[in-house]
T-cell receptor, first 113, second 109 residues
Framework: NAGVTQTPKFQVLKTGQSMTLQCAQD?????MYWYRQDPGMGLRLIYY???????DKGEVPNGYNVSRLNKREFSLRLESAAPSQTSVYFC????????????FGPGTRLTVT | GENVEQHPSTLSVQEGDSAVIKCTYS??????FPWYKQELGKRPQLIID?????GEKKDQRIAVTLNKTAKHFSLHITETQPEDSAVYFC????????FGDGTTLTVKP
């Protein structure tokens, strides 16, 4: 089992460019999440998908969109990147929302210049 | 929404000493409280969790306590080792998880 995988691992964008971060899990989990991690600020939830076909905003959704493509895949799109979106992005999955371990991907380090 | 505060932000101990990290939460509906360890450049990984119907849970050198009345929970690491050095995050969940800002633990040999 690969667990949770993310692509790319690193990305540099210019302000205004767009890109999609890909995430996939092979654990048959229902719920998937996107977080951003900034120095000294922990993990902040951007969007989550409680189950296939549903998505909901988290704490910091502005500037992002998501797509739950199927049960395995959950993508995060930046339509017009801004320097404030420079961060490390983690995808995670869990069997369900609420009381259960989240399994994290290896992260994507994004720099917007 | 839920608000989770974590203290201290940094903690330095000598090898063999104990370390305690504390978190408070605001939403009384939260019923699941995990702790994650993140080593430098790696992904967060669950080390222990506790549910709201339990007051304490132990796993070898790691323990977590929960006080629902006071809305706080703590991570206790005994007999610390250099490999315990990492960033530790608490979280509180009432559906989706809200994370604390993390504690950087350094264990000096």
């Amino acid at each position: 089992n690969a667990g949770v995988t993310q692509t790319p691992k690193f990305q540099v964008l210019k302000t205004g460019q767009s890109m999609t971060l890909q995430c996939a899990q092979d654990m048959n989990h229902n719920s998937m999440y996107w977080y951003r991690q900034d120095p000294g600020m922990g993990l902040r939830l951007i969007y989550y998908s409680a189950s296939e076909g549903t998505t909901d905003k988290g704490e910091v959704p502005n500037g992002y969109n998501v797509s739950r493509l199927n049960k395995r895949e959950f993508s995060l799109r930046l339509e017009s990147a801004a320097p404030s979106q420079t961060s490390v992005y983690f995808c995670a999955s869990s069997a369900g929302t609420g009381a259960g371990e989240q399994y994290f991907g290896p992260g994507t380090r994004l720099t917007v210049t | 929404g839920e608000n989770v505060e974590q203290h201290p932000s940094t903690l330095s101990v000598q090898e063999g000493d104990s370390a305690v990290i504390k978190c408070t939460y605001s939403d009384s509906a939260s019923n699941y409280f995990p702790w994650y360890k993140q080593e430098l450049g790696k992904r967060p990984q669950l080390i222990i969790d506790i549910r709201s119907n339990v007051g304490e849970k132990k796993d070898q050198r790691i323990a977590v306590t929960l006080n629902k009345t006071a809305k706080h929970f703590s991570l206790h690491i005994t007999e610390t080792q250099p490999e315990d050095s990492a960033v530790y995050f608490c979280a509180a969940s009432a559906g989706k998880s809200t994370f604390g800002d993390g504690t950087t633990l350094t264990v000096k040999p």
